[in-house]
């Protein structure tokens, strides 16, 4: 039987809380399943340790991080750490340091969800982001800080290679899917380098997939046709911090950050990939008992399918349809039910 060594990451707020139920539904999954076994390693690597210890990580983290298979991972951000200290500080590094640069993000409409749209249902999409470099390269400084003349850069970093593998990912994705469609996100427009690059290379990457039907939409246009014209998207491919946005966007459409899942993936496997809820640490709702569990268990079926237990992936998208067909929604999606609530619908319908 093959097990599967699992880095377990919950980071700040709620992501400690739903990553937990995520290990539950694993492992009563494994269990079930009888083929395979998880073995969950945990790491402290958070704000907490962050605030005591002066970092998140400790020294050489990827050298510990990739004997593992996959990286389970929770949420980073806390109110007592500076956004982009923390988000530096844990999870692009990983991201950045193992290459993981294609960011897979689904979004549809679950069995029972409602979704804001009232073409909600034609919401199929598959949104894939360029995960590495881009806007968050992290190029560009502050000089003369504090005086009047302080200046800050931020440099958007586009290269040929970066570019050319994200489209060529999302064409080989797109053509996997029934509708062959794949939409180009872009600002080329204004951003006359980079994103022109961005173009560029799409339109060469595309001769080599005459199967898959394109089209190109400007980042502002193509939120008209995700609110509009949800049916006129399938598989769209954009910048890090385009997709970013629209990501989050296409979970709202469809009824709530708390079911929105991510695949960080490094697709050639020389490292391993991880693999996230976007909700983030929600410091709001913790402790309540009350985070939505069901983008953790979808992003688990995303890294089941990863590591090859493409049953054991498909059993648990199935189990999540039943429990949101009956609505045990948590107060997100308007119920009253708990996060265990949830969990245990989800491990009953396994």
Request: net charge neutral; aromatic share 8%.
């Amino acid at each position: 039987m093959k097990t599967y060594r699992i880095a377990s990451i919950p980071g700040d707020g709620i992501g400690i809380e739903v990553i937990a139920e995520g290990e539950k539904v694993l492992r009563e999954l494994a269990r079930k399943d009888g083929g395979f076994a998880l073995e969950f390693t945990p790491f402290d690597w958070g704000s907490e340790r962050f605030l005591k210890r002066g970092a998140y990580m400790p020294e050489a983290p990827l050298e510990i991080l990739k004997k593992f298979d996959a990286i389970f991972f929770g949420a980073v951000g806390s109110p007592d750490v500076p956004d982009h200290i923390s988000l530096w500080g844990l999870r692009l590094p990983i991201c950045q340091g193992f290459d993981q640069y294609a960011n897979v993000r689904p979004a549809r409409v679950l069995p029972g969800i409602t979704s804001p749209l009232t073409k909600g249902n034609e919401i199929d999409w598959v949104i894939i982001r360029e995960n590495t470099e881009g806007e968050y390269s992290g190029s560009g400084g502050r000089v003369h800080k504090g005086l009047p003349d302080e200046v800050a850069t931020e440099t958007s970093v586009f290269t040929r290679k970066g570019v050319e593998r994200i489209h060529r990912f999302a064409f080989e994705l797109a053509k996997k899917r029934p509708r062959r469609h794949l939409t180009l996100v872009t600002k080329s427009n204004a951003q006359r380098h980079g994103m022109v690059l961005w173009d560029e290379v799409f339109y060469e990457v595309a001769k080599n997939y005459p199967d898959v039907r394109t089209d190109r939409q400007l980042v502002d246009a193509v939120t008209t046709s995700m609110t509009l014209k949800p049916s006129t998207l399938d598989t769209i491919v954009a910048s890090n911090l385009h997709a970013d946005i629209l990501s989050d966007l296409a979970a709202a459409l469809s009824g709530s950050l708390g079911i929105a899942p991510t695949a960080n993936l490094n697709p050639e496997r020389t490292f391993p990939s991880m693999f996230e809820p976007i909700h983030g640490s929600a410091f709001d709702i913790t402790g309540k008992g009350i985070a939505n569990p069901i983008a953790t268990f979808w992003t688990a079926s995303m890294m089941l399918e990863h590591l090859g237990e493409a049953k054991a992936a498909a059993r648990m998208m199935s189990a999540i349809e039943k429990v949101t067909a009956r609505k045990v929604f948590t107060p997100d999606l308007g119920g009253t039910a708990r996060t265990g609530d949830v969990t245990a619908a989800v491990a009953a319908a396994l």
